[in-house]
């Protein structure tokens, strides 16, 4: 690091000259010359010390054996808890041990969409498909099968939820890692996620704490700091911080701090980010891992909040005696590293991992050649999850002319590279040539995916796809190791023998011959991203120019997209022979029979867009990452200046029309909504919160239901089908979004069927955050409440007043 002294002081965090740093406004013009820490725009108050705890609430046995053992332990013991270890096994990291007083440690695997790694596990939907579902029973029971797994490999933790990125930057390569756009729905999800897998006792993780929203500069090099957020306050609370917020309520036990820095200070030595607001307000009992490799000091760290260094410590040492010899000489309260230790060792006890837990990492050997014991960790229930999840992940955004369902075809023709399965699938092995193969699946660790297509196909240059076979998931450690793989093609083949269907088909040519006779062509594209890189671009030319060949001469082209994340189709989505669109994105291991129940018309589709797909680019609030310019080039900064206003909350403030709304999916029937109740539950609610002990989640007074609406979805047309009904709260004030998602729920509803939906709203969900009051305030005034079936088709809306 080469920070001139300002920087560096910024990043120690300790200072008292901090207190006193003020923030100059965001559109100030900048100086030329950094000379002090308040030129930037983000400043990080200091917040000291870590809150302690005894354990609030549920957590409260597990803090008094806790205690019990920590209070046996050596300071040598407790400093060696707090750093990681070269795993002996697969584990992508595994933390120190006190094996004396009897406690393991923990082996980590990533990550929030399954283990990975290792052999006998399942690739699941990935978040993005999990939040295209809207569908809380699916999301709960993912987690449920993949906590199971986890538990038989011997992981203490599972690598998720994700919940940080939050899609604030479309070409954000891991937005994929992550449920949605919204904080409402990534928050609910990732609370459900954290029930799942913690039932199972297994430790959630949920990441990245947090404005991790871009991977480029996302860790120092080249003599260039890490990215800065810089979010204000309000935005920070109503976004970025709300579905932490929702897993710290459901009880995540471990919270992983980020790459970026928050204000300019680094997110695992933010003071006012850990000890304030993620262990003050927030009120978590669990403890703080970092990113691997994101501690970036040792003394301030540890008196910032953080817990656990990983996957080793140069600045704690690599027993921890480095961070020893401080609590020896002063520099970090003895309070402090027992408090680091009782939070870990509490995790285990919460979790019940002191009685009967398997073997660290047991399932996951180094070697998978050698003789060893095998671990099946794939549970036979989890194939009805599996399956909902890659049929859920399918969101239907075009069907004209009545192209789909297929109805027993004659002749198909399927084009495109994303249509079959990849060549080699074997990712336990991890050696160079199969990680080549496999680029899709373990490639993207800052390398160039589309030099292994190079490598694989000998075509030219096309980062940003993937040539190498169909996208089932991300790339990086959010990548999956599935058992098998359902591709497109095969499914459509089985089908094809059922029905005596004739199939064409290439996946090479980006002009194929079309065959006159075909009843429809299927043509099957993708978006590849991963960890290390932002995504090239929204859309490419190489599978658009696919997509519009074969509807030049095919009047019924159907496309699916594989996509990781927002992929923008204006290109070719008013042609006419495009009659059928999907946005399938990562449906793990059972794509392709997933998509063939679509397809075919065996399920309707229900799946709704987690995200908004623009017209272009350019009508994003800011789809592209911040690389630094001019005197930022060695300090890139990264203004959230848009505040409260991306993705649906910019369209809809600024007038924009979307390709496609944020909530929007097509079925194969219709649905009416009518009879609309509003009911206040609280009379006379006051404007704050009333003070109670805090508890996991913050002010339990911000759980408290305050409105009940209830609204019946009615199926009105020819099929069985699933409806996602969303509710949207417009908070009164200009400066508050035209309408927030607060509510959503599905149901299947047979044909004529009604069924009525039950949405509570809480006073957080109607609350905006004053920040001079420091606190969640319910307004005074008039309350829109919006129903529909997405955040444009809002046939049902009342008001409620406070
Ligand atoms: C970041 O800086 C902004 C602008 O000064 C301020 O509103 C906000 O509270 C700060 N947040 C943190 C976590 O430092
Ligand atoms: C620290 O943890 C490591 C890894 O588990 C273990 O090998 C070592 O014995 C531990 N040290 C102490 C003092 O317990
Ligand atoms: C970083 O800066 C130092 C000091 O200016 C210089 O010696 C070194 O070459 C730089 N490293 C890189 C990778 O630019
Ligand atoms: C205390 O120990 C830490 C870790 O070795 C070291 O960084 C710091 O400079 C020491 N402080 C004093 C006052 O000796
Ligand atoms: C990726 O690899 C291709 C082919 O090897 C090369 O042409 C391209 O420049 C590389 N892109 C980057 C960003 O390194
Ligand atoms: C359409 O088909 C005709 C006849 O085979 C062929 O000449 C033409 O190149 C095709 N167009 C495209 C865009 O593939
Ligand atoms: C649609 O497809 C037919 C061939 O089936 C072709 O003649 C026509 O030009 C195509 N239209 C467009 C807009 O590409
Ligand atoms: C957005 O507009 C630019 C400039 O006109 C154009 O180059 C780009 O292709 C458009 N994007 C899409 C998805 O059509
Ligand atoms: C979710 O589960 C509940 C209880 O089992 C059931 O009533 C409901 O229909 C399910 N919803 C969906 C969308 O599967």
């Known amino acids: 690091m080469v920070a001139p002294p300002s920087i560096q002081s910024l990043a120690s965090a300790l200072l008292p000259v901090l207190a006193a740093a003020t923030a100059v406004h965001p559109h100030q013009p900048r100086q030329a010359i950094i000379t002090e820490d308040a030129f930037f725009y983000g400043q990080s108050p200091p917040v000291y010390p870590t809150p302690e705890t005894s354990g609030l609430g549920d957590w ?14 050596t300071l040598e013991e407790k400093a060696n808890l707090t750093v990681g270890y070269p795993p ?18 923990f082996c980590t695997t990533g990550a929030g969409n399954g283990i990975r790694q290792t052999d006998f596990v399942n690739g699941w939907p990935a978040a993005i498909s999990i939040g295209a579902s809207f569908n809380k029973n699916l999301t709960y029971l993912r987690a449920v099968q993949m906590g199971g797994e986890f538990r038989a490999k011997g992981s203490s933790l599972a690598g998720g939820p994700v919940v940080g990125p939050l899609g604030r930057m479309e070409r954000h390569g891991r937005n994929w890692e992550s449920f949605s756009n919204d904080p409402y729905l990534a928050g609910e999800m990732a609370a459900l996620t954290v029930r799942g ?47 932490f917020a929702s897993a710290v309520h459901a009880g995540t036990a471990s919270v992983m701090c980020s790459y970026n820095k928050l204000n300019n200070s680094g997110s695992c030595q933010n003071s006012k980010a850990l000890n304030g607001i993620l262990k003050g307000e927030l009120g978590f009992q669990g403890w703080v891992i970092s990113d691997w490799g994101a501690q970036d000091s040792g003394v301030a760290s540890a008196m910032a909040g953080l817990d656990v260094a990983m996957p080793s410590s140069k ?34 006890y919460h979790l019940g991992q002191d009685q009967g837990y398997p073997e660290l990492g047991v399932g996951m050997p180094i070697s998978f050649t050698e003789p060893r014991e095998i671990v099946y960790a794939r549970d036979p229930k989890s194939k009805p999850v599996l399956l909902s999840g890659a049929i859920e992940s399918n969101v239907l955004v075009k069907n004209i002319n009545n192209a789909l369902p297929l109805k027993k075809p004659k002749l198909l023709s399927i084009f495109g590279y994303d249509a079959p399965a990849p060549a080699a699938q074997n990712t336990p092995f991890q050696r160079p040539e ?97 960890e290390g890189v932002d995504r090239p671009y929204l859309h490419d030319d190489y599978s658009d120019a696919l997509v519009k060949n074969v509807a030049a001469n095919c009047s019924n082209t159907i496309v699916t997209i594989h996509n990781a994340g927002v992929r923008l189709i204006d290109q070719w989505i008013d042609n006419p022979n495009v009659t059928a669109v999907i946005f399938g994105h990562l449906p793990g291991q059972d794509s392709g029979r997933g998509l063939a129940q679509i397809l075919y018309g065996k399920v309707s589709p229900s799946g709704k867009l987690p995200y908004t797909v623009a017209k272009n680019e350019s009508d994003y609030a800011a789809p592209n990452p911040d690389l630094g310019e001019g005197q930022y080039e060695m300090y890139p900064q990264s203004d959230f200046s848009e505040g ?20 929007f999916g097509l079925s194969y029937t219709t649905f009416a909504y009518s009879d609309l109740s509003i009911e206040s539950i609280t009379q006379d609610a006051p404007r704050f919160p009333p003070k109670m002990p805090i508890k996991q989640g913050g002010n339990p007074a911000l759980w408290e239901p305050l409105v009940k609406v209830t609204a019946t979805v009615h199926n009105t047309g020819p099929v069985e089908g699933a409806e996602a009904a969303q509710l949207y709260v417009g908070v009164p004030g200009h400066d508050s979004p035209v309408r927030q998602l607060r509510g959503f729920e599905k149901a299947t ?6 069924v009525t939906m039950e949405f509570v709203l809480t006073r957080r969900d109607l609350s905006a955050w004053n920040v001079e009051a420091q606190d969640w305030e319910l307004r005074k005034g008039k309350y829109k409440i919006y129903v529909g079936g997405s955040s444009r088709d809002l046939p049902l809306d009342g008001v409620v007043r406070f």
């Open 60 to 73: 409260a046995a597990a803090y008094e054996k806790a205690h019990a053992l920590v209070s046996q332990m």
């Open 749 to 754: 509803i047979p044909v004529g069927g009604k």
């Open 315 to 348: 600045y704690w040492g690599a027993k921890g005696e480095i961070l020893a010899e401080a609590v020896r000489n002063g520099s970090v309260s003895a309070e402090r590293i027992t408090d680091m230790a009782t939070r870990i060792v509490a995790g285990w």
């Open 644 to 663: 409260l206003f991306y993705d649906y909350r910019h369209f809809d403030k600024e007038g924009l029309k979307p390709r496609f709304e944020f909530g």
């Open 434 to 530: 199969f990680i080549k193969n496999n680029g899709w699946i373990w490639g993207a660790t800052g390398v160039n995916i589309s030099s292994y297509n190079d490598i694989l196909y000998g075509r030219e240059s096309l980062p940003g796809i993937s040539l190498g076979g169909t996208l089932i998931t991300g790339g990086g450690s959010g990548a999956t190791a599935p058992a098998y793989i359902s591709s497109p093609f095969e499914a459509i083949a089985q089908q094809a023998y059922e029905d005596d269907t004739s199939l064409f088909w290439d996946f090479q040519s980006i002009k194929p011959a079309v065959n006159s006779g075909s009843d429809a062509c299927l043509v099957f594209i993708n978006a590849y991203a991963g």
């Open 88 to 105: 002996p096994n697969r584990c992508s990291g595994v933390t120190g041990s006190a094996m004396r007083v009897g406690f393991p440690g």
């Open 197 to 243: 897998i913690q039932e199972q006792g297994v430790q959630a993780m949920t990441k990245h704490f947090i404005g991790y929203e871009q991977q480029s500069h996302r860790l120092a090099a080249n003599n260039i700091s890490a990215v800065s957020s810089n979010i204000d306050d309000r935005t920070m609370h109503e976004i970025y911080l709300w579905p």
